[in-house]
Protein backbone atom coordinates (compact mmCIF):
# COMPACT_ATOMS: atom_id res chain seq x y z
CA UNK A 1 0.00 0.00 0.00
CA UNK A 2 1.49 3.47 -1.19
CA UNK A 3 1.24 5.90 1.57
CA UNK A 4 2.72 9.69 1.23
CA UNK A 5 2.56 11.02 5.19
CA UNK A 6 3.22 14.72 5.55
CA UNK A 7 4.80 16.23 8.90
CA UNK A 8 5.85 19.76 10.72
CA UNK A 9 2.91 21.25 9.69
CA UNK A 10 2.23 24.03 12.90
CA UNK A 11 0.88 27.49 14.07
CA UNK A 12 3.35 29.89 13.25
CA UNK A 13 3.52 34.18 13.58
CA UNK A 14 3.75 35.78 10.24
CA UNK A 15 7.74 36.31 9.34
CA UNK A 16 8.69 32.65 10.71
CA UNK A 17 9.72 29.46 9.33
CA UNK A 18 8.69 26.08 8.50
CA UNK A 19 10.16 22.81 6.98
CA UNK A 20 7.56 20.66 5.93
CA UNK A 21 8.23 16.50 5.31
CA UNK A 22 6.59 14.15 3.24
CA UNK A 23 7.65 10.15 3.91
CA UNK A 24 6.84 7.68 1.59
CA UNK A 25 6.05 4.37 1.87
CA UNK A 26 5.14 1.25 -0.09
CA UNK A 27 6.99 2.23 -3.24
CA UNK A 28 9.85 4.17 -4.95
CA UNK A 29 9.46 7.79 -5.85
CA UNK A 30 12.91 8.09 -6.97
CA UNK A 31 11.84 8.25 -10.86
CA UNK A 32 9.18 10.65 -10.40
CA UNK A 33 7.64 13.95 -10.25
CA UNK A 34 6.68 15.03 -6.88
CA UNK A 35 4.75 18.24 -5.40
CA UNK A 36 2.92 20.27 -2.73
CA UNK A 37 -0.28 21.67 -2.91
CA UNK A 38 -1.99 23.75 -0.64
CA UNK A 39 -5.93 24.27 0.19
CA UNK A 40 -7.36 27.36 1.96
CA UNK A 41 -10.65 27.17 3.12
CA UNK A 42 -13.41 27.44 0.98
CA UNK A 43 -10.70 28.00 -1.96
CA UNK A 44 -8.95 25.48 -4.80
CA UNK A 45 -6.34 23.14 -4.17
CA UNK A 46 -3.49 24.69 -5.17
CA UNK A 47 0.05 24.44 -6.62
CA UNK A 48 2.94 25.49 -4.65
CA UNK A 49 5.87 23.30 -5.65
CA UNK A 50 6.95 20.93 -7.90
CA UNK A 51 10.11 18.96 -8.37
CA UNK A 52 11.63 16.52 -11.11
CA UNK A 53 12.92 13.28 -10.19
CA UNK A 54 16.76 14.14 -9.63
CA UNK A 55 15.99 17.10 -8.21
CA UNK A 56 17.14 19.11 -11.40
CA UNK A 57 14.05 20.89 -12.16
CA UNK A 58 11.46 22.66 -9.66
CA UNK A 59 8.51 24.74 -10.38
CA UNK A 60 7.39 27.31 -7.81
CA UNK A 61 4.30 29.22 -7.65
CA UNK A 62 4.28 33.04 -8.39
CA UNK A 63 3.40 33.48 -4.54
CA UNK A 64 5.86 31.71 -3.17
CA UNK A 65 8.76 32.41 -5.42
CA UNK A 66 11.70 33.56 -3.26
CA UNK A 67 10.50 32.56 0.29
CA UNK A 68 10.07 28.18 -0.09
CA UNK A 69 12.27 25.96 -1.25
CA UNK A 70 11.38 22.34 -2.55
CA UNK A 71 13.76 19.73 -2.20
CA UNK A 72 14.03 15.98 -2.05
CA UNK A 73 16.09 12.84 -0.71
CA UNK A 74 15.24 9.98 -3.34
CA UNK A 75 17.45 7.58 -0.59
CA UNK A 76 15.38 8.65 2.16
CA UNK A 77 12.50 8.45 -0.33
CA UNK A 78 11.49 11.69 1.34
CA UNK A 79 10.21 15.14 -0.66
CA UNK A 80 10.51 18.48 1.83
CA UNK A 81 9.40 21.92 1.41
CA UNK A 82 11.09 24.81 3.65
CA UNK A 83 8.82 27.79 3.82
CA UNK A 84 9.95 31.03 5.25
CA UNK A 85 9.05 34.56 5.50
CA UNK A 86 5.33 32.89 5.97
CA UNK A 87 2.52 35.33 5.71
CA UNK A 88 -0.96 34.61 6.71
CA UNK A 89 -1.84 34.13 3.39
CA UNK A 90 -0.22 30.69 3.34
CA UNK A 91 -2.88 29.39 5.66
CA UNK A 92 -4.19 26.44 4.50
CA UNK A 93 -3.37 22.46 4.36
CA UNK A 94 -0.68 21.57 2.64
CA UNK A 95 -0.74 18.39 0.39
CA UNK A 96 1.82 16.56 -1.10
CA UNK A 97 1.72 14.52 -4.03
CA UNK A 98 3.56 12.31 -6.23
CA UNK A 99 3.05 11.14 -10.20
CA UNK A 100 2.51 7.53 -10.85
CA UNK A 101 4.71 7.49 -14.00
CA UNK A 102 8.56 7.88 -14.40
CA UNK A 103 10.73 10.52 -15.70
CA UNK A 104 7.50 12.87 -16.72
CA UNK A 105 7.73 16.68 -16.72
CA UNK A 106 6.74 18.93 -13.96
CA UNK A 107 2.81 19.31 -13.54
CA UNK A 108 1.15 22.57 -11.72
CA UNK A 109 -2.08 20.54 -12.22
CA UNK A 110 -3.64 18.02 -9.25
CA UNK A 111 -4.35 15.97 -12.66
CA UNK A 112 -0.59 15.31 -12.97
CA UNK A 113 -0.43 13.47 -9.52
CA UNK A 114 -1.77 9.80 -8.98
CA UNK A 115 -0.53 9.81 -5.07
CA UNK A 116 -2.22 11.66 -1.94
CA UNK A 117 -1.10 12.28 1.60
CA UNK A 118 -3.76 13.42 3.85
CA UNK A 119 -2.39 16.89 4.57
CA UNK A 120 -0.77 18.97 7.45
CA UNK A 121 -2.10 21.98 8.62
CA UNK A 122 -0.13 25.39 8.27
CA UNK A 123 -1.49 28.28 10.25
CA UNK A 124 0.22 31.97 10.16
CA UNK A 125 -1.25 34.50 12.93
CA UNK A 126 -0.50 37.96 11.95
Known amino acids: QVQLVESGGGLVQAGDSLRLSCAASGRRFSTNTMGWFRQAPGKEREFVAAINWNGGITSLSDSVKGRFTISRDNAKNTLYIEMNSLKPEDTAVYYC???????????????????WGQGTQVTVSS
Open 97 to 115: AADDYSYRSISRYTDGYEY
